[in-house]
């Protein structure tokens, strides 16, 4: 019999936008998941992802139980958390005592909760006695953080998602909001389609979905954005659409910029920017003309070797024009992660302190240092992400306790990270899967509890603080981050003999978060009336407690009330191309996937819209070269080399190639694009400079090629067993020239993988992927033709094809791949299995890529009612694509524009 369904409020645990779910669960399992309609991020709305949140709740992968490596020696073993903590505490402990409290760090996450954030901080800070805490915000918001702060005087977001339907000009810069922030985008396209005298700038070099919604797209040079605001910037001045007056009573430092300004013309500026003068003039007149600009910025901006000066020339325009503090206006940076707004309330990075105090400030410290009991707080600056991974090279940092973040894979430079964690005396990770790229290097793993398992809060990109609330017990021994971090703090507190352990009494995420509250006594955050029941009462509310917007008085967060106009770096990348190497990478986000997918990738239909790695080039460059579509690619820098298969893609300029930032280890034979990418960081904001890097392409001589195909077809277990399959071939991706797992499908999911070799692969290699999916020679169809060495093998169950390898010859393999996920019935296919066909011999078999995902419509299916004369409203009536979540329709609108 089925149980009833209980329903928690929660908030969807990927994007900074911060939507509001209700997850449906029956027992201790999730089953379901739908917007809030209540929540004033999303009213009800979800995209793909959220959507899908339920079918990331599987087993399969989830850490369970400690897992301790003695020694290196050995191999890692389950263990109890009592003993697991001990050696944990009685490790940090020992290294504390002989190398001083600097030789340990904590890496932690903007996917925490804001109570985890406060006890680790306080586990670092006021116990251990280091400032060696930092986040992987730092390699996401900290140029956001570091230029808000240089110019308005804090932290702080002072625009509202409301401002959207109040505003008269959106300038996205740098934000891929349709892929990255979608209901964001919803937001924004509702906006313009009730008023279409909306104008829409858009600032990224790639023509992404974002930027086709765009009245003006400027597709600059990479790097090229400080310089083209402050052209912008210098327009404005030149046509009097300044408001000298805001600018005399309420900023300092103008008269500094306007000189530097004076150079920067738009003729003069316009070839290294890469977009004509004459568009720099109409975005300039566009901004000042208006009357309520809001301007979004993202990762474009944030991850540049002057991030902070990027966020800067953009505030600046505010500043300039006085457009600041009003309905519809204001300089909005998106937050990445969920909680990445919560880590820097609670100064959970290595320059920061809770309630948006400063390290640097000998106040601040003392005022901490009362609050939290102690004599004194430590004074020596932290590392940042970068530094404390260079520190566990050279020794300085012996041992790391890494929470909610995945370096191995989403560092830069990974080959340096690698060597870092391999260096590292004692790593502990802390997270809620064990198969990680981290996980690999951990000598004890310790198991997290996850979303839909944890209580606490989150604050999003409008400063609005959700409850985040547990609908299921986490697997097996798993345990909320906030408890894991407060039990180490006990035992380490009796290790070192510090008497600290009335610190760290907290016995629930409530407790935690009343005393983070009094921390922001009097501070522009000041959230000391919220508790977690009054968050209940009150539902989602924003900081300062209610306030919509920040700066209406025009008093910035400065003693002196003035804002800050700053000099700018008008470099452009740390890496020019050159004749070595000659491309530009470029790095993102996909649609449907999610960092280093250790959630969405287990969920086979987010890999409809984006099947394979690949990577982007302009069908110009692959023309010029001679490349085709698809080929294999050896990808170049001067860190690393990885392979990968081509993509012709208009969404790049000649010159640049796109990779997506998503595929790792787990997926591939190879680190991903950050065996490329250059840890070159801003010097204010010790943001890495993770979006681009100077490449070499040349062809991958790889001639061998194999495709194995894995679907267990129609059953209720189909999920797990496809994850599961997918977990046993993972780790024998190691060592291919070339290899790609992913999953596919929907009600017949399935696992794919894709080999390439510069020889054929030895029969014992291709037996023993044979064995990790069950499909042993005694139990498929089996072909063999020795003198092309070349190997198929097909399962059938109940009439339908469930297995397929193709080893030395795999033509097929798109058209089977097609009929598996259908179902086809083989009698239709089997006397084509083996045949080298590229062509399906069944129509149904042609291979489908995905627009809407909700709705599985595919790009066929749109594209036979186009040529049937459907405009957008007649495609939504008839095959209900972009009806749900909404985030396909700028894709369809592309296709209904070739027409
Ligand atoms: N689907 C999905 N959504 C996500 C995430 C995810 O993993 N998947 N992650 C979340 C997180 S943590 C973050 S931080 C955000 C990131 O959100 P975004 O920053 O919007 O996403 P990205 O794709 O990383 O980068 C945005 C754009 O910057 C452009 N860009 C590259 N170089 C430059 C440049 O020099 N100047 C300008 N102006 N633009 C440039 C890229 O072409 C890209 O389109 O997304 C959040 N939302
Ligand atoms: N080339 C390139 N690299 C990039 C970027 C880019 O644009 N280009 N973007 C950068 C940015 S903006 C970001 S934010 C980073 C993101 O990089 P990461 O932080 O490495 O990304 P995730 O894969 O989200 O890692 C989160 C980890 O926490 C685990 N986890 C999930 N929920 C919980 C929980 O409740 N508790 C615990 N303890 N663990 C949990 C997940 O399994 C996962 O392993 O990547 C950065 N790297
Ligand atoms: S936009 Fe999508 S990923 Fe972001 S919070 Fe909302 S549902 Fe989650
Ligand atoms: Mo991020």
Redesign the pocket.
């Known amino acids: 019999m089925d149980r009833p369904l209980n329903e928690t409020r929660s908030v969807c645990?990927y994007c900074g936008t911060g939507c509001g779910v209700i997850i449906q669960s029956a027992g201790d399992r999730i089953v379901g998941v739908r917007g809030d309609p209540d929540h004033p991020a999303n009213f009800g709305k979800l995209c793909a992802k959220g959507n899908t949140l339920h079918l990331a709740a599987v087993r399969t992968g989830r850490a369970t139980v400690p897992i301790l490596r003695e020694s290196r020696a050995v191999l890692p073993a389950p263990t109890s958390w009592d003993y697991a903590l001990d050696v944990a505490a009685e490790r940090f402990a020992a290294i504390i005592r002989e190398h001083g409290p600097d030789a340990v760090a904590f890496y932690v996450?903007?996917?925490?909760?804001t109570e985890?954030y406060y006890v680790f901080n306080k586990l670092a800070r006021a116990l251990v006695g280091t400032n060696n805490i930092d986040s992987?915000?730092r390699?996401?918001?900290s140029s956001a953080v570091a230029a808000y702060k240089a110019t308005l005087g804090s932290d702080a977001v002072p625009c509202c998602y409301e401002d959207i339907e109040l505003a008269d000009l959106l300038l996205i810069a740098g934000s891929n909001t349709a892929y990255a922030h979608p209901i964001v985008f919803r937001r924004i396209e509702a906006a313009k389609e009730k008023r279409p005298d909306l104008k829409i700038v858009v600032v990224d070099p790639r023509r992404t979905d974002t930027a086709a919604a765009a009245d003006l797209h400027l597709a600059l040079a990479p790097g090229a954005d400080a310089l083209l605001y402050s052209a912008m910037l210098h327009v404005l001045l030149w046509e009097g659409l300044t408001d000298p007056a805001f600018i005399a009573q309420h900023t300092e430092g103008f008269n500094a910029l306007r000189s530097q300004l004076a150079e920067l013309t738009p003729g003069a500026v316009a070839a290294a920017c890469g977009v004509r003068a004459e568009d720099i003039v109409a975005a300039a007149r566009m901004f000042g003309q208006a009357k309520a600009p809001l301007s979004f910025w993202c990762?474009g901006l944030?991850?540049s070797i002057h991030g902070t000066a990027n966020g800067a020339a953009l505030i600046h325009l505010h500043l300039a024009t006085g457009k600041i503090g009003r309905p519809g206006m204001g300089p909005f940076s998106l937050t990445?992660?969920p909680n990445?707004m919560g880590g820097r309330e609670t100064g959970t990075m290595a320059n920061l302190l809770p309630g948006h105090r400063n390290l640097a400030d000998p106040a601040d410290r003392a005022e901490l240092a009362r609050l939290w009991n102690v004599p004194a707080l430590p004074e020596k600056p932290g590392k940042t992400a970068i530094e404390l991974f260079d520190a566990l090279t050279n020794g300085d940092i012996k041992a790391i306790w890494i929470?909610?973040?995945?370096?191995a894979?989403?560092?830069?430079d990974l080959a340096k990270v690698k060597t870092a964690l391999t260096h590292a005396k004692f790593v502990v990770v802390?997270?809620?899967?064990g198969d990680?790229e981290?996980?690999a290097f951990a000598d004890l793993l310790?198991p997290?509890?996850?979303?839909g398992?944890?209580d606490g809060t989150v604050t999003n990109s409008e400063r609005r603080i959700s409850r985040v609330r547990a609908a299921v017990p986490p697997p097996g021994a798993a345990r909320a981050?906030w408890r894991?971090a407060r039990d180490f703090a006990l035992r380490l507190d009796e290790k070192l003999g510090a008497g600290r352990t009335a610190q760290f009494a907290f016995d629930s995420p409530a407790e935690v978060y009343a005393e983070y509250v009094r921390t922001t006594v009097g501070r522009d955050l000041d959230i000391h009336e919220l508790s977690h029941a009054v968050l209940d009462a009150r539902g989602p509310t924003q900081w300062p407690t209610g306030a919509a917007r920040l700066y209406t008085d025009h008093r910035f967060a400065f003693p002196d009330g003035k804002a800050r106009f700053i000099p700018i770096d008008t470099q452009l990348t740390a890496e020019t191309p050159d004749a070595r190497h000659p491309f530009r990478l470029l790095?993102?986000?996909l649609r449907d996937q999610?960092?280093?997918?250790?959630?969405t990738g287990r969920i086979p239909r987010l890999y409809s819209h984006e099947p394979e790695p690949r990577i982007e080039i302009h069908p110009a460059d692959l023309q010029r070269r001679g490349w085709i579509d698809g080929q294999l690619m050896r990808v170049k820098s001067r860190r690393g080399e990885i392979v990968l298969p081509i993509a012709a893609s208009e969404e790049v300029r000649p010159g640049q190639a796109f990779?997506a930032?998503h595929w790792g280890r787990r997926s591939l034979s190879h680190d991903g694009?950050?065996a490329l990418?250059i840890p070159v960081c801003d010097p204010v904001s010790k943001q890495p400079e993770?979006?681009h890097a100077a490449l070499r392409i040349e062809p991958a001589v790889l001639p061998w090629r194999m495709r194995v195909l894995r679907s267990p077809g129609l059953s209720a277990e189909a999920h797990e067993k496809v994850i599961e399959w997918r977990a046993r071939l993972a780790p024998l991706l190691e060592g291919f020239d070339y290899a790609a797992l992913t999953l596919d499908g929907r009600e017949r999911p399935l696992v794919a993988l894709r080999v390439a070799a510069a020889e054929p692969l030895a029969i014992e290699r291709i037996e023993q992927i044979a064995d990790a999916l069950e499909m042993p020679e005694g139990v498929c169809l089996t072909y063999r033709d020795p003198a092309k060495r070349v190997i198929k093998r097909a399962r059938i169950d109940d009439e339908r094809l469930t297995g397929i390898l193709l080893a030395g010859e795999d033509l097929a393999g798109n058209w089977l791949r097609a009929a598996m996920k259908e179902g086809v019935p083989i009698d239709a296919l089997r006397r084509w299995l083996f045949a080298p066909r590229a062509e399906p011999p069944v129509a149904s078999a042609a291979p489908r890529r995905v627009i809407c995902n909700c709705l599985d419509v595919s790009e066929a299916d749109i594209q036979r009612e186009i040529a049937a004369g459907a405009d957008l409203p007649a495609l939504q009536e008839r095959l209900k694509c972009g009806t749900s979540c909404g985030a396909c329709v700028q894709e369809i609108k592309q296709l209904l524009g070739k027409r």
């Open positions: 645990c996450s903007g996917q925490l909760l985890d992987n915000s390699l996401c918001m990762q944030n991850q990445g992660q990445a929470a909610c973040t995945n370096p894979q989403s560092l830069p802390q997270d809620a899967w990680t981290t996980a310790l997290a509890a996850t979303w398992e944890k981050d894991i790095t993102g986000r999610w960092h280093g997918m250790s959630r990779v930032m694009v950050n990418t993770l979006k």
